[in-house]
């Protein structure tokens, strides 16, 4: 099932939500969302915008996606963590459009009747989310430097803005 709102997509499949919302995030929201009688532990991670990247000073993060592919890359990566590591839920909501400082940018809650399994499965998701998930960033940076877009995952090479040019 899939929401018909402009701010906010989700969808939903028997105890995984996903979801990408211009929203600020709720790391309350997303813990509800997978609490249960059954699970023993919840593990939440909260991704947030730090205030540099390589030195240099990050003003913003800005998300932008393909939503309804990205929709169904993380509805499969959240089905295949709760088979593989037996969890009891999985919730992960990333957020689109600009994230400020200090500000969540994705939040994945698991969880398990143990806490290995909510661990396990929610690192795993997080990995999977940013290796295979199609949302971009531009980290607008401080000063004179511009922004750089990148796909969203660690290490990977940017595209330089040029900062005179007002197009981008």
């Known amino acids: 099932m899939a929401s018909e709102a402009s701010e906010s997509q989700y969808l939903i499949d028997s105890?995984?939500?996903?979801?990408?919302?211009?929203?600020?995030?709720?790391?309350?929201?997303?813990?509800?969302?997978?609490?249960?009688?059954?699970?023993?532990?919840?593990?939440?991670?909260?991704?947030?915008?730090?205030?540099?990247?390589?030195?240099?000073?990050?003003?913003?993060l800005q998300y932008s996606a393909y939503v309804p592919l990205a929709l169904r890359t993380m509805m499969s990566i959240a089905q295949a963590m709760k088979t593989k590591h037996n969890l009891t839920a999985i919730s992960m909501i990333h957020r689109l459009g600009v994230v400020p400082i200090g500000e969540e940018s994705i939040l994945i809650a698991v969880s398990s009747p143990h806490r290995q399994a909510?661990?396990?499965?929610?690192?795993?998701?997080?990995?999977?989310?940013?290796?295979?998930?199609?949302v971009w960033k531009l980290e607008?940076?401080?000063?004179?430097?511009?922004?750089?877009?990148r796909a969203n995952r660690d290490g990977a090479i940017g595209y330089q803005l040029d900062p005179n040019d007002k197009a981008s």
Do not use: H, Q
């Open 140 to 149: 607008e940076f401080g000063g004179a430097d511009g922004g750089v877009w």
């Open 15 to 60: 105890d995984i939500y996903v979801e990408l919302t211009y929203d600020a995030l709720s790391a309350t929201v997303a813990m509800n969302r997978v609490k249960s009688r059954k699970a023993g532990a919840i593990v939440l991670f909260a991704g947030t915008t730090r205030d540099n990247f390589g030195g240099m000073p990050v003003k913003e």
């Open 118 to 134: 909510a661990w396990r499965g929610g690192e795993e998701a997080l990995e999977d989310c940013k290796a295979k998930v199609e």
